[in-house]
């Protein structure tokens, strides 16, 4: 019997109307928790990502993958013809600089290379005897460009003398724009203004020479001849530099010493864009690290040779657009919020696994393909949202755990109260018959009370029993409702005749006004034990020397309103809202010492609602409480 009961009372928990409503409130509660948790993910990992710290992390990722992605080796289409340690000491030291960039660039002419791209600033005149030799083997040299850069205070370029610039085709620009945080050279603007004068980047102006075309510009892009960079003006015209790999050993390089004791090495700078600038240790006071450099640095001259490389190749990375990196970060969060909302088990674990083994395939992947995708906010997005969600999966099976186990107790309780109620008729049957059979010589009358008795208290037990039995058959729909047709006052006078014997001993008056003419269908036994239950409510939770009033009202014709007010305890609103789930009692219920179970409410609206109609309640902590029925009346039956 208690198995039965058991299973019966559980399976049917979630087909009571209020635990149900309760039910999909926690679960869509729960879920829009997750959605908030997986998109809070998403954005911080977005937002985290482009703050000084996220940008340089997401730096050392790309010098990561620029290592491990390394392009494979080709054949230069530049060349340095470097000022050495070994050409300094020659040619005395800076101050013979001039000399010796002349003897070098006498001595490549006949190479005829492509472009000569010149990075010394000469801007001031020098050794008299060493400029005009310079000044006559710039004038021999085709395609020549040289170099400016900016005034220590921006204010301007500084330009070389005229004497030097009437040869030059161009003259570029060779500041380098190192990284803000860690000074490594990564990129370079193609395009750089001061006082109102634009000038290219040094290599770019040599590329364009080498070609005899100019640099054509557009928003989005600069085009030389048949090349097209994609530099933005809105992103500065920049240009990620992809320096010559490791294998290759760097741009080839031949100093001027060595091409004076080798004459026959100026053959290779046939057809070449020769770099021409200082590589000497000691003297080169433009140096760069590279994401390739782990410490070591390259020479002003050789990473201007490097971006001519990456022109002349058409090796651009270029950026992946934000928006598509936020697209991946909420697509990365929402898999991880769906696989944690929908799987269990291993394969919750491998799914995280598989997003963030997702999240680091993509920067990966993408750089192969030439487009630089940040590391970090998808990495973020993808953590941030496997922790958010495991703890959210965490915290739901706890709360349901605690759920599960609060009911359990409710139930034992409620299972103890039943128990004990069938006890007291049993007591009683039990005693009345064992002392029938005791004394023989027992008066007549008194044994025919006796009898009397043990058949009443066995009415009642069956009666609870079957109460109890119909209504968990209806909990489970299993029960056919009796379709008949009662007064609706003839309904409450019966339930108020016996609410009044239990209310006599409180001194509590039960008040009944005068009720419309209405008649109800359906299964008066059920009604009868949902009115019944309102009183005895009342009545229960009500300080003695109180009222307790039931009222009637037609509403539009085809419904009747019946309500029961106390003046008693009361609720507040949250209270209110759950009274009607199964097993729950009100704090200041339970402090009353009243017993209960709490399954009373559940069961009258169970009732309720299955005949059609509705019930409210309105209640105020200590002021009292009024329950209200809305029930279909017979007229509304004649007309349908
Ligand atoms: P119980 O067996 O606890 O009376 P019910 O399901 O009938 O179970 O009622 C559920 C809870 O609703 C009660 O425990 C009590 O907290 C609250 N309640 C019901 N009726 C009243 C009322 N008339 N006044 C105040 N509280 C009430």
Partial sequence: MLRTAKTSVSSSIANNPSDRAANRGGRTRAYAILVALVLGSALLGIVLSWTAFGRQIDNYAYDFLFRLEQPAPWQPSSIILAIDEKTLARYGGINGMRGALAEGLERIRDAKPAAVAVDIILAEPGDPAADARLEKAFAGTKNLVLSCDLLPDASGWEDPIERFRKSAIAVGQVHADLDKYDAVSRDIPLEKAAARQRRWALSLAAFAAARGADVVESPDDLTVGATRIPSSIAEGRVLRIRYAPIA????????????????????????????????????????????????VIMPGIEMNANVYETLARQ??????????????CLLLASATGAAYAMTSGWLVNAAAVAILAASQAVPAIAFAEASVWPWLPGTLAAGFAIAASAAWRHLLVRRQLATAQSEKTRYQKAMQFVTHEMRTPLTAIQGSSEMISRYASMPEAKRTQMAQLINAESKRLARMIETFLSVERLSAGQLELKHERFALSDLVETCATRARALAERKNIEIAVAPLPPADLIGDRELMEYALYNLLTNAVKYSPPETRVSVFGEDERGDRVRLSVEDQGIGMDKTEASRIFERFYRTKSAEQSGEAGTGIGLSIVEQIVVTHGGRIQVESEPGKGSTFTMTLKSAAHERTA
């Avoid at 990375?317 to 991946?328: E, F, K, S």
């Fill in 248 to 295: 290759m050993g760097g741009i080839p390089a031949v100093s001027i010493a060595e091409l004076a004791d080798h004459p026959e090495m100026g053959a290779r700078f046939v057809g070449k864009v020769v770099f021409a600038g200082l590589t000497a240790q000691n003297a080169v006071r433009d140096r760069w690290m590279t994401p390739y450099s782990n410490g």
């Fill in 315 to 328: 090796a651009f990375l270029t950026d992946a657009p934000a928006a598509w990196v936020a697209l991946a």
